[in-house]
């Protein structure tokens, strides 16, 4: 018998599991892999910035002022003459750090709310999911205005604000999930050996709908990333000293007309980062759909 034919009845007996599955999917969806390369090269990026930033954060040139590109600046200066390449590697740590951390809060308590919902059902389940209908009802911009306003501008506490007004949308997938798990004979199993309903709920539902979770991440970070840059363009967000795209993105604003590239290089950066993300969601959206496989 073909040596071929041999080796792949041997890897049809093995057997593959979702996530070799998924990762091999995703490898060909060549947008989801350009976007996964573009994210990791900016995390790369945003954690080395201390040693590989061509100035130093706080050197100003105002005799030099607002300048062009340059062999000495590659972006340009701002009007502080600062070194605008520098600006924006500083401020996309701001950026990535409120984008990951605040994704965390949301699906800390998104996950949880959902989980507990879903397999509780009833009427827990019920009382649970109208607070989430009613909250869904909620203006969270003005609330997250009120925020700023009662707390101070806070950068923790911006974490923690747009966090909280992000989990909504995955508590009712979770929900979903655990819905259509907790009839499962594995579920069944865990209950008749006597371990409690948080004990199935961290160890059995929520690891088997880690697919949905995955994939809400990969589309909650740009989200909240935009909405972290749309606060700092109105003033709310990030304060001086610290910097971020979305404050770079309202000074390149105010003064557009006469020096461009102080709005062009900033928009552009969180833009690519912003498809980026948003064609990785996708990638594994399609990866993680084992019945869209099977078409």
Known sequence: ????????????????????????????????????????????????????????????????????????????????GRDLLTQIMYGGRISLAV???????????????GAIAGYVGGRTDAIMMRLVDILYALPFMIFIVLLMVVFG???VLLFLAIGAVEWLTMARIMRGQVQSLRQQEFVEAAVSLGLSPATIIRRHLVPNALGPIIVYTTLTIPSVMLLEAFLSFLGLGIQPPQTSWGLLISYGAETMEEY?????YPGLTLTITLFSLNFLGDGLRDALDVRGSKD
Do not use: C
């Open 1 to 80: 018998m073909n040596t071929d034919v041999i080796t792949d009845i041997a890897q049809a007996e093995e057997g593959t599991s979702l996530w070799q599955d998924a990762w091999v999917r995703l490898r060909k969806n060549h947008l989801a892999v350009f976007g996964l390369v573009v994210l990791v090269t900016m995390i790369v990026i945003a954690l080395l910035t201390p040693w590989i930033a061509p100035y130093a954060y706080d050197a100003q040139n105002l005799d030099l002022g607002a300048s062009p590109p340059s062999a000495a600046h590659w972006l340009g200066t701002d009007v502080f």
């Open 99 to 113: 984008g990951f951390i605040a994704t965390s809060v949301a699906l800390l308590i998104g996950v949880t709310w």
């Open 153 to 155: 501008r806070n950068m």
């Open 260 to 264: 461009p590239w102080l709005l062009i």
